[in-house]
């Protein structure tokens, strides 16, 4: 009987769990989020002798523009960005950086499109990198350099720019139109959609010191 009670609420949970992920597709029509502009100011990269050992740069800014479109019944209550894997709205982030757009933010619940220019600037030990961070970045050109035939002490002495990509993603929360105008939406009666984006930074390696 309970082995018979556990395949039934598994089941259960798995059917639910589907519906909710085409009930969200079937809400909300686009989730993006991209870069918002150019972004000139690059990250620095100190080096020693034998090879580069940190990021000089405290912090940077990012220039990101966050969009989202529910279908024509629902319209877009809140959305969330942060830069790691399995951004959620309605969930905590620990010490990871995020930021959350609800209420007036996204229109109080009158938008299906939501479109927002948002520049954070964002400390580097909590910025999330997609297959290298700018340290790695200056140590696979060194790598490269040395291939070539430069010396290390030649190649640790010059500037060299390359570049690495920063992790965002975006959480769009979508509710029906009269929950949403009402302000009477939950984590019950919504559905999300997430976007995840590789955001290009410029790196520069600089002289060892």
């Known amino acids: 009987m309970i082995k018979t009670i556990s395949k039934t609420a598994v089941l259960t949970a798995v059917l639910a769990s589907v519906a909710t992920g085409a009930m969200a597709k079937d809400w909300i029509e686009k989730v993006e989020v991209k870069r918002d502009g150019i972004d000139v100011i690059p990250v620095e990269v100190k080096a020693n002798a034998y090879n580069y050992t940190k990021i000089k740069s405290g912090n940077h800014r990012f220039l990101l523009r966050l969009s989202a479109k529910a279908t024509n019944g629902e319209r877009i209550v809140a959305m969330k960005v942060g830069s790691f894997n399995n951004v959620l709205y309605f969930e905590g982030d620990g010490n990871l950086w995020s930021k959350s757009f609800q209420n007036r933010d996204v229109g109080a619940g009158t938008k299906r499109s939501v479109s ?10 909590k910025v999330k990198w997609q297959g290298w961070d700018p340290v790695q970045a200056c140590s696979l050109n060194l790598d490269k350099v040395l291939k070539s035939g430069m010396k290390k002490s030649v190649a640790l002495s010059k500037t060299w ?3 690495a990509k920063a992790y965002f993603e975006l959480d769009a929360v979508a509710a029906k139109k009269n929950k949403a105008e009402k302000n009477k939406w939950s984590f019950k009666n ?3 959609q997430r976007d995840g984006y590789g955001y290009d930074v410029t790196v520069k390696c600089l002289p060892a010191q």
């Open 116 to 125: 927002i220019s948002y520049t954070p600037v964002i400390p580097m030990a």
């Open 161 to 163: 720019t390359v570049s």
């Open 190 to 192: 919504t559905t999300h």
